[in-house]
């Protein structure tokens, strides 16, 4: 019976070794980059080095963040996505590696010639000043924190699904007002368009959210395991 157990084992680790674990992402500078047929970045690093050091194997597909939500969401197959936010709506449907990198505190970024950003103090005040458009992103989480200030607000609200560098150009454009972002995302985009668009700080943002690999239910735990043992920061 031993035997037969360990019989078991093996095989199903072997089976494991052998699966092809499906990752996706979608690039975003600095935190994923595509590097010929790999990827970098303050995000993907740490989790290619990861599943390298584990002997998984995996193969990379780039497709919309929007898309990768519906993946993991239907299940179908043993499928991660790359850098996403953990809160509890997505736990319901989702499994999580440790987290592979923390953000500094988001802050916004709006116009510089906007003079209704100018008397900006805290997240309250800006999420109550009625006369301010934010944009944000849909099925995008910001973190809890955030999502659930939000959701409480009378802010007037413009959604997209567009990527941050298209945001940025319609917050330049007076489509909206501001947009929340992380301080390390802002200082890549603002070289695209420094002239027009500043980044600032916000009071009362707690600190930077983790991004996570977010997997679908159907990704066996070792695999999990396998990961978190062999992520380093």
């Given at each position: 019976?031993?035997?037969?157990?360990?019989?078991?084992?093996?095989?199903?680790?072997?089976?494991?070794?052998?699966?092809?674990?499906?990752?996706?992402?979608?690039?975003?500078?600095?935190?994923?980059?595509?590097?010929?047929?790999?990827?970098?970045g303050i995000?993907?690093?740490?989790?290619?080095?990861?599943?390298?050091?584990?002997?998984?194997?995996?193969?990379?597909?780039?497709?919309?963040?929007?898309?990768?939500?519906?993946?993991?969401?239907?299940?179908?197959?043993?499928?991660?996505?790359?850098?996403?936010?953990?809160?509890?709506?997505?736990?319901?449907?989702?499994?999580?590696?440790?987290?592979?990198?923390?953000?500094?505190?988001?802050?916004?970024?709006?116009?510089?010639?906007?003079?209704?950003?100018?008397?900006?103090?805290?997240?309250?005040?800006?999420?109550?000043?009625?006369?301010?458009?934010?944009?944000?992103?849909?099925?995008?989480?910001?973190?809890?924190?955030?999502?659930?200030?939000?959701k409480q607000?009378?802010?007037?609200?413009?959604?997209?699904?567009?990527?941050?560098?298209?945001?940025?150009?319609?917050?330049?454009?007076?489509?909206?007002?501001?947009?929340?972002?992380?301080?390390?995302?802002?200082?890549?985009?603002?070289?695209?368009?420094?002239?027009?668009?500043?980044?600032?700080?916000?009071?009362?943002?707690?600190?930077?959210?983790?991004?996570?690999?977010?997997?679908?239910?159907?990704?066996?735990?070792d695999i999990?395991?396998?990961?978190?043992?062999?992520?380093?920061?």
């Amino acid at each position: 019976m031993k035997l037969l157990f360990i019989i078991v084992c093996f095989f199903t680790t072997l089976h494991l070794t052998a699966q092809e674990l499906e990752i996706l992402y979608e690039q975003r500078i600095p935190y994923v980059i595509k590097d010929n047929n790999t990827l970098k970045g303050i995000v993907a690093s740490p989790l290619i080095n990861a599943l390298e050091k584990a002997n998984i194997k995996f193969k990379l597909k780039e497709k919309t963040s929007k898309r990768h939500l519906y993946e993991i969401k239907f299940n179908k197959k043993p499928v991660c996505a790359i850098g996403w936010f953990k809160n509890s709506n997505r736990e319901k449907f989702a499994k999580f590696t440790n987290y592979l990198y923390q953000d500094k505190p988001l802050g916004i970024i709006y116009r510089k010639e906007n003079l209704k950003m100018k008397n900006i103090v805290d997240v309250d005040s800006l999420l109550k000043n009625k006369k301010l458009k934010l944009l944000i992103k849909i099925s995008y989480s910001y973190g809890d924190f955030l999502d659930n200030k939000i959701k409480q607000s009378k802010t007037t609200i413009r959604e997209v699904s567009s990527d941050n560098l298209t945001m940025t150009k319609l917050i330049a454009k007076k489509r909206a007002d501001y947009m929340f972002i992380s301080h390390e995302e802002a200082t890549e985009l603002l070289k695209q368009n420094n002239e027009q668009l500043v980044f600032q700080s916000v009071k009362n943002i707690p600190d930077g959210n983790k991004r996570y690999l977010i997997c679908s239910k159907s990704t066996n735990d070792d695999i999990i395991k396998r990961i978190n043992s062999n992520l380093r920061y």
